[in-house]
């Protein structure tokens, strides 16, 4: 397999591209294919059966532009499908769960970890899951409280990012996991769109919680585990020449508005694909 193929990357929309931007950070060198599922998303509020058959459209796309792995950058897709999509394909699969989940075990002090993510997410039972295997692997034990938190996508997408609406709905929901679990010192971003929010939630949890609560954000987990999994692999690009992002959407409207903002970065352009 060719070290110079790209890594496909994909989500259920452009919340992804906070993974792009982690990836383009640690990983400089690798050329990137994003796929943003904009035509279906939300797959947060969607069953597990129609997550899956949208995820191996997704993956399908991108093995058809040859690439050397495959990253499920929406956590309800890895949530979901991944074990799916991993059974069936050759190229190695990479998700947002595990990376996140192991970066929580070992951050962790008192145990005591809180997940937020889309409804899909919390109700699939895979973070416990994965925090259970971690912990066990590094010889941890800890305990899971996971909280839907489904109004901060479209917070997120709306660019309200900081203000007192986004404020009174990250309260409310931080609040009931405190209630629940006051002694928490990890708190897993189990959704793209949250890195976004991440200023807002420290400053809320460091409001509600009278210690300090290290929020673990997947993206920069998933790099890390890319880059490992790609050098375990001898798969890395050596290539010289600047690495490229090529974008590519299932439908494009409000796309130029909203993706900038999850990226860091304008788009250089994007491409309207159908699956
Ligand atoms: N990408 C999804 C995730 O990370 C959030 C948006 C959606 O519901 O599709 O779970």
Not at 124 to 144: E, F, I, M, N
């Amino acid at each position: 397999m060719s070290n110079e193929r790209a890594i496909g990357i994909f989500d259920s929309g452009v919340g992804g591209l906070t993974v792009v931007r982690a990836f383009m950070e640690r990983l400089p060198r690798e050329e990137l294919i994003y796929l943003g599922d904009t035509a279906r998303v939300p797959y947060g509020s969607k069953s597990a059966k129609t997550v899956a058959r949208y995820s191996k459209r997704a993956t399908r796309f991108l093995l058809s532009q040859g690439v050397k792995m495959v990253v499920v950058a929406c956590n309800t897709a890895s949530a979901y499908a991944l074990d799916e999509l991993r059974a069936s394909l050759e190229v190695p699969v990479l998700g947002a769960v595990e990376p996140g989940a192991r970066a929580a075990v070992e951050a962790t002090r008192s145990g005591r970890v809180g997940v937020i993510g889309t409804l899909g997410t919390v109700r699939s039972g895979a973070y416990p899951r994965a925090l259970a295997a971690a912990a066990a692997s590094l010889s941890k034990r800890v305990s899971v409280v996971a909280r839907a938190c489904p109004l901060l996508v479209p917070l997120a997408e709306e660019g309200w990012l900081d203000d007192e609406i986004a404020e009174a709905v990250a309260r409310r929901y931080l609040t009931a996991l405190r209630d629940e679990a006051p002694e928490l010192d990890v708190l897993v971003l189990g959704c793209t769109h949250y890195p976004l929010l991440r200023p807002l939630l420290e400053r809320v949890t460091r409001d509600l919680f009278h210690h300090e609560v290290a929020l673990v954000d997947s993206a920069e987990a998933m790099a890390q585990a890319a880059r490992a999994e790609l050098d375990g692999r001898g798969l890395e690009r050596d290539g010289g020449g600047a690495a490229r992002l090529r974008c590519c959407v299932t439908d494009d409207a409000r796309i130029d508005e909203i993706a900038g903002r999850f990226l860091g970065r304008p788009l250089d352009g994007v491409e309207r694909v159908d699956l």
